[in-house]
């Protein structure tokens, strides 16, 4: 605002300059317009008066030339000797004084030697310029004091609904910067950027919250990477104590055949309970697998690089996905509807494995899969039959890392990452899934978009 002010006293200085010159000129110039057209008229008139007075017949006066101005003769003691018709009421009061104040043109008139009196022109037409040109003149300077007031009045305005505001916006905006969340923006009623200013504030207490959600989510994925550490801590000793146990009997049995290198041929010892322990390492490695890939592809979303590459395919290809999962084979499932569905084979597989093994992880119990064809989408419902979850969780067990209150209070081991996976990519693939609880178990559906 400092240049403002500036420019504004500047400007006005400059405007006050230009009307006292014009005043300066316009004065001259009337001055100089009387000077050159009447002084000669005024000298004949006191020569034509100055032979009256030698004559001593001033009778002659009303008889003399028309000068084309109006004028009047004063005697020495100031009393009016004639008057021409046109400027007897210009004339009323008149005297030496006045004409002086008026700024009418006299001169003495001298005759034998004496002053016989003084002869003095009265208005000469211009009175009404003149009178104009004052009004102008203190019009213009009324104007620019009035402009002068205006250009302050609305300065001031400027600077305190508007630059005073931005200021404050400005340093708050550097307190927020710095991370300073807890001193609020001062709100004025009289500043036109209130709604703006609310606003601010607004923002202000939502990255506060946002800092603290996000301290408590680094909190979180700390302790996720400890607990993730102890769930592959868990499967990992479980293939090392398997597979410590296939060696110890292959070792065993070597032994009690003497040290023969046929053992294995001979087989003796039970192939079942070979295959028994074989199978228990490919679960375990597979649990390994699936919390490596979910958190691996939830650090990829995080990451921006998560991407999905979808294709027409067959929706039988479904079965297939679910036939891969079911290890217990407690799925029924419908009659899968003869369309093509667009989407990435591979993360449909990674988004009904993670729902499989959810249901088979929390609720344990046979699993309803079901379709019909909806608008654009094929509808594939997923139903189990457990303890459901609690109504007030229903919307958050899809956020990154949320589990269920008595799921996180068990022994049940989950990063909760699997359906917050499951969610992120059906949104990538233009479809979406929604959940539903009862009292009779969870129904998960997927909107597979037909091609």
Known sequence: MKRYYGFVITLSLLYFMIVILFGILTNRQLNVSRSETDIIKLNDIVGDVKEAYEESDLSAMAYMSDYGVDYALLGTEGEIIYISDQGIQTGQGLSVETAIKRGYPYKYVFANGQVKGVVILLDDGLSVYRDLRYRIF?????????????????????????????????????????????????????????????????????????????????????????????????????????TELLKAKIVTDAKDDGGANNVIDKCSYDPSDIVKKLDNIYKKADQVDVLVSDLFSSTLDDLGEFKVNCIDTDAHILSEIVGKYDDKCLAVSEEIPDVLIHTDPKRLSQVIGNIISNSYKYAGTGIDIGYRLIDDYLEMVIKDHGPGVPEDEIDLITNKFYRGRQWAESNAEGSGLGLYIAKMLMEKMDGDILLKSSGDGLTVTLLLRLS
């Open 138 to 242: 203190a019009g213009f300077i009324i104007f620019g004091l009035i402009l002068l007031m205006g250009a302050l009045i609305f300065g001031r305005y400027v600077d305190k609904s508007i630059v005073i505001p931005f200021k404050n916006m400005k340093e708050f905006a550097g307190k927020v910067a710095e991370g300073n969340f807890d001193e609020p923006l001062e709100m004025d009623k009289g500043n036109m950027f209130g709604a703006f200013t609310e606003s601010f504030d607004i923002m202000r207490e939502e990255l506060s919250e946002s800092r603290k959600r996000e301290i408590a989510l680094q909190k979180k994925e700390r302790e996720l990477v400890a607990s993730l550490s102890h769930d592959l801590k868990t499967p990992i000793t479980g293939i090392k104590l398997t």
